[in-house]
C-alpha cells in the first residue's frame, strides 16, 4: 500500500479522497490555491502545500507545481479527483516518469476515451450499440449533410474532445446544418483547442443511463451497476439515482455486459464509467466513457456496499479488484447536487455561509467541503455539498430526500436547495417518468 497520496484537487472531492485515505492509514498531502487555504481538504490533511493562485490554470492545473508538491512532500501516489487534470494523459505520463503512482487508468485508455470519435469506433469494435452517425471527424459540410440526410433530422453536431455538455449542437433541419456546422466547430476549437466534431442521431426523449465499471492490472474487469442521471440542465446533472427506476434485471444485465465488453477491449483499469443513452423502446447507445470517478459515485456505493475510492487506491497500489459484477443493487439512493447558483438565472453565488445547517438522520449522507462561516471562493465550480440519501426503496430514499432537503438550512448564499425541493416533490419525478427533457418541463410549468 502507498505510505503518502497527494491529493490533486479541491472542494468536497479532495476531502472524500481524503477520507479514503485515512481509513487506509495512508498519510495524505493536500494542495490549495491561496483562495482555497481555509478549505476542510487542507485543514485535515497532514501535510498541504500552496500550488499558486487563485486561477485553476496557475494552480490546480499546473502540473510543474504539483509534480515539484509531490517530490517535496515525498508522496509516492496521487489521486486526481474529477475535473482539473483527472483526464490529463500527459500528467499520468509525467508522474510515471518521477515514479510517482497516478491512482486511474493507463494514459492509453485516457486519451483513447478523451477522443470521443475515437471512443465510439471502439463502441462499435466491441460490439456495443452505438447511434447511427459518423465514428471519425467530419472532414467538410457535405460529408455532415450526407450523414444527416442518412441518419435523418434531427442530429447533434458534438465535439471529439468535448466534455461537461459543452461544444453540443442540436440540428433539426437541413437549412440550419450549414451555420450549426461553423459554430460547432469554432466553439470546440475554442474551449478544447481541437475543432474536431462528429455527428449523430439526436434522440428526441431519451434517458442518461451510465454503467461503473472497474477493472485491476490482472485482466479482471466488472460492473458495478447503473445511475440513472436524466434530471440535467444544459446537459449538467443535478439528480443521481441508483438503481434506474426504467431498468428491469434483463436490462441491466445487457447494459452492464456492453460496458464490461467495452472496458475488455480497451484493456481498461481502475474506475471507469460508460455513459448510454436509453429510448423510449429500451434500447441503448453508447454516448462516452469517463475515465476518473465520477461526482455521483456515492450512489453506487450505496447501492453496492463498495468504497470506490479505496478501491480506486487499491487497485492502483496493485491489488486484485476480489469483487464480482452486480447483479442486484441493494436498496435505492438519490443524490442531490447542491450548488451555490441564483435560483433564477443559475448564475453561481459566491460568498460567505453565515448560516450551513446541516441534515443527518437515518439514511443521509452529506459530502462537503464546506461549514458556517466559511467563504465559497468564486473562482471554481459552484458545487457546495452533495446530499444523497439511502432507502430500502425508491419511496423512502425520496422521502428522507425530502425531509434532509427542509432540514438543510444555507444563509448568505443562494443554493439550489428549492430547485431540488421542487424536483422530488414533482409527480413524474415521484412515479420515475424522468428523461433529459425533465428539467425543461419542470422549469417551463412555472
Ligand atoms: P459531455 O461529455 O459534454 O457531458 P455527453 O456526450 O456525455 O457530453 O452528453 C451529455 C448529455 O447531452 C447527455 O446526457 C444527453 O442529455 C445529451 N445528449 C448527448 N448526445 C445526445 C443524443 N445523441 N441525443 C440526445 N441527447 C444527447
Sequence with gaps: MFKKILIANRGEIALRVLQAC????????????????????????????????????????????????????????????????????????????????WIGPKPSSIRLMGDKAKARQMAVEAGVPVLAGTSAPLSSLEEAVEVAERVGYPVILKASAGGGGRGMRIVTQESMLEAQFRTARQEAEKAFGDGAIYL?????????????????????????????????????????????PALEPELRRAMGEAAVRLADVAEYENAGTVEFLLDQDGKFYFMEMNTRIQVEHPVTELVSGVDLVKLQIRVAAGEALGLESLEKPRGHAIECRINAEDPVSFRPSPGKLVTFHVPGGPGVRLDTHAYEDYVIPPFYDSLVAKLVTYGEDRREA?????????????????????????????????????????????????
Design 200 to 244: 449523430e442521431k439526436y434522440l428526441a426523449e431519451p434517458r442518461h443511463i451510465e454503467i461503473q465499471v472497474f477493472g485491476d492490472r490482472y485482466g479482471k474487469r466488472i460492473h458495478l451497476g447503473e445511475r440513472e442521471c436524466s434530471i440535467q440542465r444544459r446537459h449538467q446533472k443535478l439528480v443521481e439515482e441508483a438503481p434506474s
Design 398 to 446: 425520496i422521502a428522507r430526500m425530502e425531509r434532509a432537503l427542509d432540514f438543510f438550512v444555507v444563509e448568505g448564499i443562494h443554493t439550489s436547495i428549492d430547485l431540488h425541493k421542487r424536483i422530488v416533490r414533482d409527480p413524474r419525478f415521484r412515479a420515475g417518468q424522468l428523461s433529459t427533457r425533465f428539467m425543461e418541463r419542470l422549469l417551463d410549468a412555472k
Design 22 to 101: 485515512r481509513e487506509l492509514g495512508v498519510r495524505t498531502v493536500a494542495v490549495h490555491s491561496t483562495a482555497d487555504a481555509d478549505s476542510l481538504h487542507v485543514v485535515y490533511a497532514d501535510e498541504d502545500v500552496c500550488i499558486g493562485p487563485p486561477p485553476s490554470s496557475e494552480s490546480y492545473l499546473n502540473i510543474s507545481s504539483l509534480i515539484s508538491a509531490a517530490e517535496i512532500t515525498g508522496a509516492d501516489a496521487v489521486h486526481p479527483g474529477y475535473g482539473f487534470l483527472a483526464e490529463n494523459a500527459h500528467f499520468a505520463e509525467v508522474l510515471d516518469d518521477c515514479g510517482i503512482t
